[in-house]
Structure formats: structure tokens, C-alpha cells
């Protein structure tokens, strides 16, 4: 460069940076702020990258999702959360950390009620609430909807988490939604009045207590019957699994309670066009089968089928309560209210 000029020179040095620059500025990919651990859901978003030559990083964040981008702002490298639960979704929206997306292939895929109305969330599966019947005490058909878990029959034997977390919360939200606030309010008191302790643990905990004889009836989501099942691990769950009979409540009438997981694109996303492909290829079939099938969960996309296993737990395809589950959302609050009322704790 000695004979260069001075202005050719730095000409030169700056087509050079570029050259360096270009790749990095240009290159597909997607940063994910997942509550799933990326092993279960690495599978298919290998699939997706083999398809689109889009990289997918995961950052894991069990708990603190929220909290982490809005202390990051504009400055988050995330485009996309993954997050399980109406509520948490919820809070994101409210929160204002997400950007609305709207297409044909997402609107197309994904059924209405399992969507922000204005396209800031989009549920990817879902997961049903239900009842865990003693298969030794509790005779088959002798429970079958959220409305009899008030009759005085069942006192002193029923167990559940706390009503603070986001589960309960729905599944009342869901009650007021379906009955008005003052028959929610009288179920949410007879439920207290039925437990066989006071409210504690999570959803294994409760199905582990039927076992062990301390309550007849539990509360859980679906896919902790299938982890329990298959627990090669902690043998000692599969034991806990095979002493209930999994029932979907209402089924001859509004149809059984679920929640979802969903996916949101953030507002601070750097790779918008790559992160909606994502959302896109989250919401087709092999994604859809893919992602219900490693939790034990169903798609939301309606043609997609069913993991087997799952599908003999209900004896195939089973009624599902309309609600939108924006408006559970939006009830949230009062339900979380009415809990507080009655003494539930």
C-alpha cells in the first residue's frame, strides 16, 4: 500500500471492513429466550435450520423471562420467548416488550382462541387441566366435570396446589367465564371446604397423595401423567401414575379446560423476517406434531395428529372448552381476587 495515496488507501481499508462486517449483519438467525431447556426442543428447530439455513440460539430462562427484558429494553438480543401458560403470556403483552405479527400461514394454522387478537402472542400447544381419580376409591364415572368437585361428597378429599399459581388461576378464570362471578365464588368456596389439606406442592405432588391415600381426588395438567408414566428416572412416579384414571372434565357439556404454551416475537427483535419463519414453522405440521409430542401436550393446529399415547389417555379426540383464551387473561385478576375472598389458602 506504500505507492497508495492516502484516500485510496482508506478506501480500500473500508471495502475490507466490509467484506469482514457483511457476513455477520447478513446472517439468518433467530434468538430464542426459551422456558423449555433447549434438549427438548432442539430436535425441531434443527429441522428448521436444515430447511431454511437459519440458526436458532436458546438462552434457557426458567423464571425472570419477563423481568430480563424489560431490564434489556431495545438492547435485548432476544426475537422470540417461548413461555407456557396464558398468564405469562399475558404479562408480556401487558408488559409492552412484544410486537405484533400477523400473516395467513400463523392465522391459518392456529385457531382464534389460541391467539392475541391483535397478534402479539400465538399458542403453540395445549394442555388440558384435569381431574386425577383413585382408581381404587373413587368408582369410574363417579366424577366428570370441574362443577362436581363442590359436591359435599368429596370433602375431605381433595388435593391441589396452591391457588396462586397461574394453573388455578385459569381454570378459575375459566369457571367465572362459563358461570358469572357469584357461582364461581360458591364453587371456589366449596372447593376450599373439600380439601383434604391445605393447599401445597405441585401437580405431581397432588397425584403422589392420592397414592399415598391422603386425598381420593387431585388437579393436574395433563402432560405430568405422561412424564410420571414414562419416568425411567424416578421409577418410584410411574407408581404414582398407575394409582389414578385420568378424566376430562365436561365432556357433555362446555368441554375440559387447557392452557398453552405459545411463542411472541419481541419488540427489541433484530431478526424480525427470520424469527416470524420460526413462528411460522412453529405453528406447521411437523413442528406442531414434534413440539405436543415431547411434553405430552396436543397441537393446536387441528389436522396435525395426536401423539398415540396421549390420544389413549381420552380415548381419542376430546371436547375442549371454546373460551378464548384472551378473555381467561383478562379475567385473571378477579379470579386471583375471588381466591383471596374465600380464604382459599
Same mark, same amino acid.
Given at each position: 500500500?506504500?505507492?497508495?495515496? !492516502?484516500?485510496?488507501? &482508506?478506501?480500500?481499508?473500508? /471495502?475490507?471492513?466490509? @467484506?469482514? %462486517?457483511?457476513?455477520?449483519?447478513? #446472517? $439468518? ?99 388440558? !387441566?384435569?381431574?386425577? &381419580?383413585?382408581?381404587?376409591? /373413587?368408582?369410574?364415572? @363417579?366424577? %366428570?366435570?370441574?362443577?362436581?368437585? #363442590? $359436591? ?194
Amino acid at each position: 500500500m506504500r505507492n497508495l495515496s !492516502r484516500a485510496a488507501t &482508506a478506501a480500500l481499508l473500508a /471495502v475490507a471492513a466490509l @467484506a469482514v %462486517a457483511a457476513p455477520v449483519q447478513a #446472517a $439468518d438467525e433467530v434468538n430464542v429466550y426459551s422456558y423449555r431447556q433447549e434438549f427438548l426442543i432442539r430436535p425441531f428447530l434443527d429441522k428448521f435450520t436444515a430447511a431454511t439455513g437459519i440458526k436458532v440460539n436458546v438462552v434457557f430462562a426458567e423464571s425472570g423471562m419477563l423481568e430480563r427484558l424489560k431490564a434489556e429494553g431495545m438492547n435485548s438480543p432476544a426475537d422470540l420467548v417461548l413461555t407456557v401458560d396464558i398468564a405469562r403470556l399475558d404479562a408480556l403483552a401487558e408488559a409492552q416488550v412484544l410486537q405484533p405479527v400477523e400473516t395467513d400461514t400463523l392465522k391459518a394454522n392456529i385457531p382464534a382462541q389460541y391467539r392475541h387478537p391483535d397478534g402479539l402472542w400465538y399458542g403453540l400447544t395445549t394442555r388440558a !387441566r384435569l381431574i386425577y &381419580a383413585s382408581k381404587e376409591r /373413587v368408582p369410574e364415572g @363417579a366424577i %366428570a366435570s370441574y362443577e362436581d368437585l #363442590a $359436591d359435599p361428597k368429596w370433602k375431605g378429599r381433595i388435593c391441589m396446589r396452591t391457588s396462586k399459581h397461574v394453573y388455578n388461576r385459569a381454570l378459575l378464570a375459566a369457571m367465572i367465564a362459563a358461570h358469572g362471578e357469584d357461582k364461581a365464588r360458591a364453587w371456589a368456596t366449596a372447593l376450599k371446604d373439600n380439601q383434604a389439606r391445605k393447599p401445597q406442592g405441585n401437580d405431581r405432588a397432588q397425584i403422589k397423595a392420592v397414592m399415598e391415600g391422603v386425598c381420593d381426588i387431585a388437579l393436574g395438567n395433563n402432560y405430568y401423567y405422561g412424564k410420571m408414566k414414562f419416568n425411567d428416572q424416578k421409577p418410584e412416579q410411574k407408581q404414582w401414575a398407575a394409582a389414578v384414571r385420568p378424566v376430562f372434565p365436561n365432556q357433555s357439556g362446555r368441554g375440559t379446560h387447557v392452557n398453552i404454551s405459545g411463542v411472541a416475537l419481541t419488540k427489541a427483535s433484530k431478526h424480525r423476517d427470520a424469527a416470524v419463519k420460526l413462528m411460522e414453522f412453529l405453528s406447521g405440521d411437523v413442528a406442531q406434531e414434534m413440539y405436543a409430542s415431547v411434553n405430552y401436550e396436543y397441537p393446536v393446529k387441528a389436522a396435525v395428529a395426536w401423539n398415540p399415547e396421549v390420544a389413549s389417555w381420552s380415548g381419542g379426540r376430546f371436547k375442549v372448552d371454546s373460551v378464548s383464551l384472551q378473555k381467561l387473561a383478562e379475567l385473571s385478576p378477579v379470579a386471583v381476587k375471588m381466591y383471596n375472598e374465600v380464604g382459599f389458602e
